[in-house]
Nanobody, 123 residues
């Protein structure tokens, strides 16, 4: 009923920037949360950032605070993750997800997921 498609990943040098997009289709929620997670090989999936769709309330993992910015488009059917000052340790598969809950920082808080987009940061 809800589909999410990520885009914008790629290869970038350390210190560079990327903007990830998450397009949402299907059922439209008036109130929900969009989150970004990432997972590197051999590592657990970790929370990156989230935004309350109606209120615009934002949360960030300590590891990305000050470097990443989560936002929503004017039409409110697309979310974005602006990533600046990228580091090699940011290399991972980045996935967006949505939940009808008003807050979520764990994978189990979310019930709809995209397929992910790869981000690779070289040095």
């Amino acid at each position: 009923q809800v589909q999410l498609v990520e885009s914008g990943g790629g290869l970038v040098q350390a210190g560079g920037s990327l903007r990830l997009s998450c397009a949402v289709s299907g059922r439209t929620f008036t109130t929900y949360t969009m989150g970004w997670f990432r997972q590197a090989p051999g590592k657990e999936r970790e929370f990156v950032a989230s935004i309350s769709w109606s209120g615009g309330r934002r949360y960030y993992a300590d590891s990305v605070k000050g470097r990443f910015t989560i936002s929503r488009g004017n039409a409110k059917n697309t979310g974005y993750l602006q990533m600046n000052s990228l580091k090699p340790e940011d290399t991972a598969l980045y996935s967006c997800a949505v939940t009808s809950s008003v807050y979520g920082t764990e994978p189990y808080d979310y019930n709809y997921w995209g397929q992910g987009t790869q981000v690779t940061v070289s040095s």
